[in-house]
């Protein structure tokens, strides 16, 4: 590793100094390796550094330390891309407070249209078929999927990206040694064939709850715009809305039912004026891409996705209903007055087909 | 100075004939029980004595001795009391000899004389018929209770002095009604039924399969969707109850103390709902001295289990035999109990442990990893004998206020009626009476599916990810949806919805 890139790792890792002072410092002395060279006069004479910030440049210990996470990343084969770098995203340099290191597995590119996808972790069925529903439709288009990983709705999104084909990127919130949460090992290493996962902290950091909205600022950054998907009233997706927001990015939302607690919240940003978003053309519009990238709407979101079946004429009317809105079999027999043993079976067969989804708790709902 | 008396001791739900013998001799005085009597037989004593000469006769200063016959068997309870007291009387000459030789007595003393009620006294009463005699005394409280025996004399006596003076021919006591001849099914004017249940149309009709065919049922939903008030409403739909089984009630809850003084017949099916902190021994029974559990007392009715998952790991594993067999075996040392408990297992269980997962209107506060191990400690054996699992949905306010008029339990009992009888004409000498006890052979006989059934059945499997578990399962349901039908093939149609009452198999809640 050549000892500049090491320089990059010390910085990026010296505890106690906000990004936003680091990214300063960094416009002072133009590299790390001329703060590591620098003494403490130097370095109080930025007037930037409290004396506990300059003991910590000049720490003897911290930048033995270096070595450590040094044979971490290239155990963990990460690659770390350094604010300097040719494959460090345009679009998040431009944020007051950039990572100065990324920790990278996969591949990362420096332009590529991205689009971040986020919502509730205690999301609804209708939610996350919502999410991957768009993802997938974006990302058909080429546009990069970015979200968090996390469980719910950012599961969802990586997902849906993942169906179509598309690239998308995972923001960690600890080290990239570490699978968080536990369950999504496999859709981590799926990401990592086609897309990336990042993460500005150095292998062997611990998921801590801080990290997530520092996070946070990181899918919002390097994303073009935000979607919403599901947000309670205090959703951490509030956060990255309002953190794109002050970085100057669109942000979208996905309209829900208004008592659905799980879409209080992006309910509340379409008041606010949050573009209301109900497939990927009303993002693209906004992104001005529909014309230059004319990439072929994927076959399976048709609407005429009954074809290859013959229906019966209670089928397609219970079809129609469930188009509206998810309903459980009562609501279904009230309204189409089919007795419930009928009922049964066609629930079963248009489920058996593809065509619809029974969700726990009885619901049933058009299938993604 | 020897007499001998007759009265009964209880094994199991049945009586046992237990002879009081009783022998007064010359020397130091004093007073001896022999023959395995509990605290409740050795403190007998003292009531005795007291009640003999609180009812005016003398009570000998001689050494009596009373044994209980058979001498091995343990005895137990406070229904030696008048027996004993008898005894004495007899073997001092002050109730003639011989009156007492074809007639059964019980009950327990009190002190001034007067006779108190006891538990069992109608599978005692029933012993003693079978046995041969003649008449049974017992309290007057438990008169109506033991003559609902056919073919024996029931006299109801409320003091011992009373019954002194009848037995010396003094005075006459009445004998009770026979109330044999007066059984009705209580068809339950006061029953909760389920025309005041509004929506839930699909849960119910689930009940009435799970009534039709015996089949035990879990219903899945958030706390308020009515998981409670439907299953209170399933005993109204069971098929009505016959005079045998009304006996066999009776007789269990006779034994357990828990027949209302002064009544006869038990003619409601039971409804049991144990809360989910009861230890295993009260659900299937046992104890020191063995009582029927919760799910024998729940014999030929409802066991409601709510909050299923909350209830002990070791509860739950005690279950599953009983379940299974239909009868609860207890040993002890020096004998084996059985109580009865064929009955059908209504539980419920919330999504989550906050109950919420899912739910519209209101947040759930469990973490993902709680909501998929929540539902997950069902996993396994219990639920193999649960053929029935639906979702209960959050009923609507606007459902509530809807003005529809819901059926009647009389109604959908006439249909789980007309069902029962088919299944008990097809499973005639085969020694189980309805679709759920059926066996695998059994399964493969009774549900032959045509092609394009077994074609559905197929497909199903592996489109929506049903586990093999569910496949006789299945079966076992579409025939008792055949059955309330009155169609003699399984079609696609009740295939489907059977298919439709296995939601955990699914996996839909992980």
Redesign the interface.
Known sequence: MNPELKEWIWFANLKGIAARKKAELLRIFDSPSEIYKADAVELARTGLLSRENINAILSAEFRKAVDRTIEEIDRNHIEVIPLNSSDYPEILKNIHDPPICLYVKGKLYADEPAVAVVGS??A??YGISQAKRISAELAGYGICIISGMA?GIDTAAHIGALSANGRTVAIMGCGLDIVY?PENRKLMEQIIETGAVVSEYPPGTEPAPHHFPVRNRIVSGMAVGVLVVEA?EKSGSLITAQLALEQGRDVYALPG?V???NSRGTNRLIQDGAKLVTSAEDILDELCWFNTKNISYPDKYRSGKTAGFELGSEEKDVLELLHYESL???EI??RLSIG???L??I???L??K?LIK??????YRIAD | MLSRVNTCGLMGIDGYLVSVETYISNGIPAFEIVGLGDAAVKEAKERVRAAIKNSGFEFPSRRITINLAPADLKKEGTSYDLPMAAGILAAMGIVPGGVLSDSVLLGELSLDGTIRPVYGVLPKALTAKEKGFKTVYAPSENAREASVVKGINVIPVRNLYELVMHLRGEIVLKAADSTCNVFSFDDGENQPDFADVK????VK?ALEVAAAGGHNLIM???PGSGKTMLARRMPSILPDLTFEEALEITKIYSVAGLLPSDSSLVTRRPFRAPHHTISPVSLVGGGRVPRPGEVSLAHLGVLFLDELPEFGKNALEVLRQPLEDGFVHISRINASITYPCRTTLIAAAN?CRCGF????????TCT?QEVRTYLGKLSGPLLDRIDIQ?????VRYS?LERETVSESSADIRKRVNVARNTQRKRFARTGIYCNAQMTSPMVRKYCRLGKAESELLR??FT??GLTARSHDKILKVART?ADL?GSENIS???I??A??YR?LD?N??R
């Open positions: 972790r205690r609804s069925g469980r949460p309670g039912n008592v659905n607690v459980n079999i009562d027999k009230s419930l043993p009928i049964h079976s629930l079963l067969s489920e058996m593809g029974r969700e726990p708790g009885g619901r | 929506g839930q149309e699909h009709r899945i939903g958030s999504p997962y899912l739910d519209e209107t209101r947040e759930c993902p639906v979702d209960v949905p959050t459902d497909e199903a489109s929506i949806i039908e696609t149609v009740h489907s919805e298919i439709q939601v699914r839909l809640y």
